[in-house]
């Protein structure tokens, strides 16, 4: 009879770590998005260069504390050809202010969903392809992106 509740804890433990720690698997074709004009966009590859992508918001302390070692690794994304993408579901009006107020060069699109319709529980969520658009590593939590890549 003992057994059977530490069971149940042990089941309630691996649902919460495996639903904020473990990135969901998401199908690029298929993220509802939209660019901060308001024109729907699909994510596609290029030959040419990796893509990291990754789902944010500008509430996040984690996200935000991000920033800055983001825009500092600018120069090296453009040297190891690596396309950034920052993904966020907040409203659009409110994404167009943060690009603006902070600078901030990289491409970012709005998710037309919410993050938890695609899985997303945690943030920052982000995910590495390769130039094939294979994906080979995706981390929830603050994250270099240049390390994801080696």
Known sequence: MRVLPVL??????????????????????????ETLNGEAVKITMNEREKLCLKFFATWCIDCRRELPSLVSD??????????????SDEPIDQLVFFKQRDSIPFEMLHLKSSFKSVGIH?????????????????????????????
């Open 74 to 87: 600018t120069a090296n994304f453009k040297k190891e050809k690596i396309r950034l993408i920052l993904v």
């Open 8 to 33: 149940a804890l042990i089941g309630v433990l691996a649902g919460l770590y495996f639903r904020y720690k473990v990135p969901p698997q998401i199908d690029l074709s298929t993220l509802p998005m």
């Open 122 to 150: 945690t943030l920052p969520t982000t995910y590495w392809y390769d130039e094939s658009g294979l994906l080979f590593r995706k981390k929830t939590g603050k994250s270099s992106i240049i390390d994801g890549f080696k």
